[in-house]
C-alpha cells in the first residue's frame, strides 16, 4: 500500500531501538526523512546508518534526553519542521503504590506525561498552519487495562491519554490527526528488563517467564517491534486521515475488552 508519505520529514523519539526504531525503519520504508532522537549516541547512529543504508531517505540522528527541557529544546531546534511526530520514551520500573515518592511520581509524568504533551505544543501550530500533520503517541496497553505493578506508568499515560482526548478533536479539521498505539507485550531490551526481574524475583528462567506471559497472549508470542511500526507508519499515511483521537492496542489479543 502507498502511504503517500514519501517525502515527508518525521521526528521520531526514543527511536534508536525497540518500538520507536520499529517506527522510524516502517517510516523510511514509505519514503519519509526521519529525525531519529535517543540519549545513546552509538546505538543512535547504527540506527540511522541502517536506515539510511536500507531506505535511502535523510536521516538526522540527535542525542539527547527527550523527557528534559534541555533536551527537547536541542531536537525541536534540530528539527525544524515536521510534518509527522512519534512520542516515545523508556517506561517508568514497576514497583508498589506504597513505595513511590514525589520524585518517582514526577519522573514518570515528566517522561510520559508531559514530555508528549510539551512536544505536541511545540509542533502543532506548524501543522496546522500547514494544513498537515500526524502525531502518534507511543502509550501502553495499560492504558485500557492496568497493570498493578506498573502504576507509575498508569498514571502518567492515563494524564497523556486525556489530553490526548480533546486536543485530537480540536486539531482534526485542519488535517491533523493524533492517535494513540498501546503495545501489548513486544520483544524489546524493555522487556527483557521486566522479564529479567520476574525471573530473579521468583527463581525462574526467562525461557519459563516468557512461557508463562505467551499463555495470557492469545496470538501466544511476544510482538515484534517491526509489526508494531508498521501499524504507526499506517496511522501516519494519507488513508489514516478519518483516524481520529483513538486508542489502538496493539496486543496480539491480550485486553480482553469489545470498546
Ligand atoms: P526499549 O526497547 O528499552 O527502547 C527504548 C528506546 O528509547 C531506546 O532507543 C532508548 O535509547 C530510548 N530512550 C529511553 N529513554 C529516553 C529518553 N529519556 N530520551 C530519549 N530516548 C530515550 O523500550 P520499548 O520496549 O521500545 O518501549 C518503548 C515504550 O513503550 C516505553 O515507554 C515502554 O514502557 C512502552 N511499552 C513497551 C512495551 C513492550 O512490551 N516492549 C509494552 C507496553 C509499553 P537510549 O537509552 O539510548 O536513550
Redesign the pocket.
Known sequence: MDLGIAGRRALV?????????GAALALAEAGVGIVL????AE??ERTASEIRDRFGVPVTPIA????TDT?RAEVLAQAGDIDILVT????PPPGHWADWARADLQAAIE??MLTPIFLMQAVLPGMLERRWGRVVN?T??SVRAPIPELGL?NTARAGLTGFVAGVARQVAAQGVTINNVL????A????TALDTRVAAAEGITMAEVARRRMETIPARSYGD?RDFGAICAFLCGEPARFIVGQNILVDGGTTNITL
Open positions: 523519539c526514543a527511536g534508536s531501538k525497540g518500538l520507536g526504531r532522537n535517543a540519549r545513546g546505538a543512535l539527547a534526553d527527550i523527557t533536551g516515545n520514551a523508556g517506561g517522561a510520559n507511543i501502553s496497553q506508568s503495545p501489548g507485550l513486544h524489546t531490551d524493555r522487556a517491534p
